[in-house]
């Protein structure tokens, strides 16, 4: 059948693109330099016996089985937004199965023909999909130039009721971080600027208490919606924004990623609060994870390489696909599992490593990782 024959006809081509992607098996014996699991808390059996031990009453349920606005508003969910208001000292927060949910969500639910998007070159896809759903105008500014952002407010933002102006505190690719300081002078100079900004791989590892980037800056209050996700650092799953009653409101009402599709698990929400919980008492894995992301950024560059990280995901770029993929395969013969990013995620001719550091690596290890990024082996 044509159908049939024009989809494999469109994946021989992504193959000779080096493009094609495949569901990878990690093997068990490698070092895994993949994952989102920054404070290695998935691994950690004790923790997660504690919280076993604890668990009582509805919080052992597996699933919601409706949502939120049917059956599934289960104490577990509301007690994680309490606490989680609490912690950020904010009014209100929501939360969503996942943070692709919340990304393609709120900005559909929030914004309307008067409105404009400002948002950074580099930002996750999710949020693009969020922008092409909500159907605004738009405009994208280079990525971390804010006073890029800054010119194209000063020609716009008079003619819209509202610009929201979208980034990451931590970027997922090349793991370098918005200056926050700048990203919240705007909202002074420009009153109608409403904050978006997504924590992702910045809550957990960043922050006294690991809230994230805003929070360890004193600049939380200011952000108007702070997404936060749970599958990384949290090794749980969901997300959540952190916002004003209005909003949370609002949100409850319009969003569709929120109001058609099951509630989380309440044993997964119960979890995540556990975990929120027992993050102040962190540092130490924090920091940890903190200075090998430095360490292996320094090494990176030592070689001649620029490598914009500031944080526990550092990029190697590579060039073409080709290349990357075999750098790839080198690191795998040594014993890392390191996955080569490759075009559509990062711009063409940039294919890249993307070594995503764990607390759960070793100091052996790490040495190990170090001393072939230093020697030269991709
Ligand atoms: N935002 C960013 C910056 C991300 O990197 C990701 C996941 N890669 C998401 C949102 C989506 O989060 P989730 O995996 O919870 O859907």
């Known amino acids: 059948m044509a159908f049939y024959d ?6 021989e081509a992504l193959d000779q693109a080096g493009c094609r992607r495949a569901l990878p098996q990690v093997p068990p014996e490698l070092v895994n330099l993949s994952s989102n699991d920054y404070l290695g808390l998935l691994e950690d059996a004790e923790l997660r016996e504690r919280f076993y031990a604890q668990l009582s009453g509805e919080d052992r349920l597996l699933s919601a089985a409706s949502s ?65 759903a909500a159907g605004c105008k738009f405009f994208r500014f280079r990525h971390n130039d804010l006073a890029h952002a800054r010119q194209l407010l000063e020609r716009h933002a008079a003619d819209f009721d509202e610009v929201f102006v979208m980034t990451e505190s931590v970027f997922s690719m090349d793991g370098d971080r918005v200056d926050l300081n700048g990203l919240v002078a705007l909202k002074r100079d420009f009153p109608n600027v409403v904050l978006y900004l997504d924590e992702a791989h910045g809550v957990g590892v960043f922050g006294e208490t690991g809230l994230g980037c805003a929070h360890e800056a004193g600049l939380a209050g200011e952000i108007d919606l702070l997404v936060g996700t749970c599958g990384k650092a ?63 950024t320094e090494a990176i560059t030592a070689r001649g390489i620029a490598c914009p990280s500031a944080s526990q995901i550092v990029p190697l770029v590579i060039g073409s696909n080709e290349a990357a993929i075999a ?41 190990r990782l170090l001393a072939l990024v230093t020697e030269g082996e991709a």
Not at 6 to 11: I, P, T, V
Not at 249 to 256: C, G, I, P, S, Y
Not at 338 to 364: K, M, Y
Request: proline share 6%; hydrophobic share 50%; glycine share 6%.
């Open 327 to 367: 750098a790839a395969a080198r690191f795998r013969q040594a014993g890392f599992y390191v996955l080569p990013i490759r075009p559509p995620t990062v711009p063409e001719g940039t294919a890249r490593l993307r070594f995503s550091l764990t607390a759960a690596v070793s100091e052996a290890d790490f040495a």
């Open 68 to 132: 939120r606005l049917l059956t599934g508003n289960c104490e577990a969910v509301q007690r994680l937004e309490a606490a989680l208001a609490q912690a950020y000292g904010a009014e209100a927060a929501l939360v969503f199965g996942s943070g692709y949910h919340a990304n393609t969500g709120i900005l559909p639910a929030l914004a309307g023909p008067k409105s404009l998007v400002l948002a950074d070159k580099l930002i996750h896809a999710s949020m693009i999909d969020g922008i092409r």
């Open 234 to 296: 949290w090794s749980s799953t969901g997300a959540y924004v952190i916002c004003r009653s209005v909003v949370r409101e609002a949100l409850v009402n319009r969003t569709r990623p929120f109001i058609f599709t099951t509630a989380l698990p309440p044993i997964n929400l119960a979890w995540t609060r556990f975990v929120l919980e027992a993050f102040p008492a962190m540092a130490e894995r924090r920091q940890r994870v903190r200075a090998m992301g430095r360490r292996l």
């Open 6 to 11: 024009a989809l494999a006809r469109s994946l």
